[in-house]
């Protein structure tokens, strides 16, 4: 009973020193949206993850802009990113994505931002427990805050992977389908053309056979000349 009374007064001091959003925004083409979190605490951790889940080549440009508008970090064409900066400044932080260089495609992104403060949580003290015993129980929940953040970024990835492969089949199945009512339609017109042209070259010989052979003088008629021309073709196709 008393160690799970440290547990719980340990998880909820750690918790109190971290804050954090994640997100899912959809960016239409030619669109750039940023999202602000404010560090009220200088050397302050910052970390920053995000994914592009589907759209387009999964690619996304990012920048993030602290106090004064300085630069820290930017890259283009990024598939995900997992950050963690330290904020040296007290003031707002912008987190922008910008999707300008796609012109059709609409991009679904996963972000979260934390901010996490340096200062370490510190288990209350209770009579009859040694600090050794203390200090025992302080790292190993430590530790397993880490393996729990281990998890968490793998659950992640995977969630990932999972949504790229998705819509990577979704895209391929819309491409086959097309393709094949595109055949389809070839297929019947030509179907169709075959039988137009057929019809024709029929026409145009019982025509000529109509039509006298030779003219008033006594060569063959041009007429007939280009109707066994296109028998001929007829015949051979």
Wanted: proline fraction near 2%; charge should be neutral.
């Amino acid at each position: 009973m008393r160690c799970l009374l440290l547990t719980s007064a340990f998880v909820a001091c750690f918790a109190s020193l971290i804050s954090a959003t994640a997100l899912t925004y959809k960016l239409v083409p030619n669109e750039k949206s940023c999202f602000f979190t404010y560090v009220d605490q200088k050397a302050a951790k910052v970390a920053f993850y995000f994914a592009v889940q589907s759209g387009g080549s999964f690619d996304v440009d990012y920048s993030v802009v602290g106090p004064n508008e300085k630069v820290i970090m930017e890259g283009a064409k990024e598939r995900q990113g997992d950050f963690v900066f330290t904020a040296n400044e007290v003031g707002e932080y912008r987190f922008c994505f910008n999707n300008e260089m796609s012109t059709f495609a609409d991009k679904m992104v996963d972000f979260e931002i934390a901010v996490e403060n340096e200062a370490r949580a510190q288990l209350p003290s209770r009579q009859g427990t040694s600090p050794e015993q203390t200090s025992a129980l302080e790292e190993s929940l430590f530790k397993l805050s880490g393996q729990l953040s281990t998890i968490n970024r793998n659950q992640k990835y995977f969630r990932t992977r999972e949504n790229r492969n998705f819509s990577t089949v979704r895209s391929t199945e819309t491409r086959i389908w097309n393709f094949s009512l595109i055949e389809s339609v070839m297929m019947v017109g030509m179907a169709g053309l075959q039988v137009f042209v057929c019809v024709l070259s029929d026409t145009l010989y019982v025509s000529t056979r109509q039509k006298p052979m030779y003219n008033k003088f006594g060569s063959m008629s041009l007429s007939f000349h280009i109707g066994l021309a296109r028998m001929l073709l007829s015949r051979l196709n």
